[in-house]
């Protein structure tokens, strides 16, 4: 079994910032592209960020610039570092993660629960 758990949401006034993680736990082999998304009340999840493997990055358009997406592959874990957090970022921020299992060769996409990131002053 492969878990991934998010943390480090919460109720931030605007213009401030917060800390996503979420790690990855059970029986892994190797973590591929790891990424954030959100989804809003009403609206369709949405891409926040990925990174590879290897570090590369790709971000949705209204994150650029604002957000920043990272990786501890010593930890299994996937970082988003928000900043100037607006009203209309408030959504629960799901992570993802391709995940090849410890004894099989295939690979699987996982979601986290998600945490909820809400923008209010």
């Known amino acids: 079994q492969v878990q991934l758990v998010e943390s480090g949401g919460g109720l931030v006034q605007p213009g401030g910032s917060l800390r996503l993680s979420c790690a990855a736990s059970g029986s892994i082999g190797t973590i591929g592209v790891m990424g954030w998304y959100r989804q809003a009340p009403g609206n369709q999840r949405e891409l926040v960020a990925t990174?590879?493997?290897?570090?590369?990055?790709t971000y949705g358009d209204s994150m650029k610039g604002r957000f920043t997406i990272s990786r501890d592959n010593a930890k299994s874990t996937v970082y988003l570092q928000t900043s100037s957090l607006q009203p209309e970022d408030t959504a629960v921020y799901y992570c993802?993660?391709?995940?090849?299992?410890?004894?099989?060769?295939?690979?699987?996409?996982?979601w986290g629960r998600g945490t909820q990131v809400t923008v209010s002053s």
């Open positions: 993802n993660a391709y995940i090849q299992g410890t004894y099989s060769s295939r690979w699987l996409l996982y």
């Open positions: 990174i590879s493997g290897g570090g590369s990055t």
